[in-house]
């Protein structure tokens, strides 16, 4: 039960730290003339991180806890949180890309898609 608090603590204060930075006026993703300040977007990248890994792994745990395992049981943590941090390495490369440029997130997403059929299908 604390595994699942701590993943939704995270998730939450992860939100909450994105949303505070994206109300500063001086926070901003580009210099002023024009480059990527990349301290500031690996800051937004590892927010975004932490809150798919948050959200990922406490829907993977409960999705275990309530298919496959009873009420009284608790399944381990280690499947979901290694797909959550899996998933989230994969939603924050994708952003990275979109921010260097490389490939639009409407591509990403496809291409996201297809790493995920492949993932699944030869998973079984």
């Not at 994105?18 to 500031?40: A, M, R």
């Not at 395992?69 to 399944?75: M, V």
């Amino acid at each position: 039960m604390k595994y699942l608090l701590v993943q939704i603590l995270i998730a939450i204060v992860s939100v909450t730290f994105l949303y505070y930075l994206s109300t500063l006026d001086y926070f901003l993703p580009t210099n002023p003339d024009g480059t990527v300040n990349w301290y500031n977007v690996t800051v937004v990248l590892f927010g975004i991180f932490m809150f798919f890994e948050g959200l990922i792994a406490t829907i993977v745990y409960l999705l275990q806890k309530f298919m496959a395992f009873g009420w009284k049981e608790f399944p381990g943590r280690k499947l979901s949180l290694n797909s959550g941090i899996i998933f989230s390495l994969i939603i924050v490369a994708l952003i990275l890309l979109n921010v260097i440029g490389l490939v639009t997130l409407s591509w990403g997403v496809v291409i996201f898609g297809v790493i995920l059929l492949l993932a699944i299908l030869f998973y079984f």
